[in-house]
Nanobody
Framework: QVQLVESGGGLVQPGGSLRLSCAAS????????MGWYRQAPEKQRELVAT???????DYADSVKGRFTISRDNAKNTMYLQMNSLKPEDTARYSC??????????????WGQGTQVTVSS
């Protein structure tokens, strides 16, 4: 069994910052790619940022220069530092991880998400 748990969401004013965390636990063998996604009400889920095990990051154009993705492989944890937040960043943020379990199963796992609301 593998679990991903996000934390760090909340209400913030425009221009503010938040740091999201995604902690993976359970029968983890190795985590390769990880990523953050978001979904606003009545909109499709969109990719925010991804990071390889070696730390190579990629970002959606809408967040480049404002968001930074990182990970700590020893802690099986990924982070998303979000600066200069805008109202259009309001969404439920979920983490995704490609994991090979100790039993040899490979799959993409999802967390439940954490709400980020940017409003004055």
């Amino acid at each position: 069994q593998v679990q991903l748990v996000e934390s760090g969401g909340g209400l913030v004013q425009p221009g503010g910052s938040l740091r999201l965390s995604c902690a993976a636990s359970g029968s983890i063998g190795i985590i390769t790619a990880m990523g953050w996604y978001r979904q606003a009400p009545e909109k499709q889920r969109e990719l925010v940022a991804t990071i390889t095990r070696d730390g190579v990051a990629d970002y959606a154009d809408s967040v480049k220069g404002r968001f930074t993705i990182s990970r700590d492989n020893a802690k099986n944890t990924m982070y998303l530092q979000m600066n200069s937040l805008k109202p259009e960043d309001t969404a439920r943020y979920s983490c995704n991880a490609h994991i090979r379990t100790i039993w040899g199963r490979e799959d993409n796992f999802w967390g439940q998400g954490t709400q980020v609301t940017v409003s004055s």
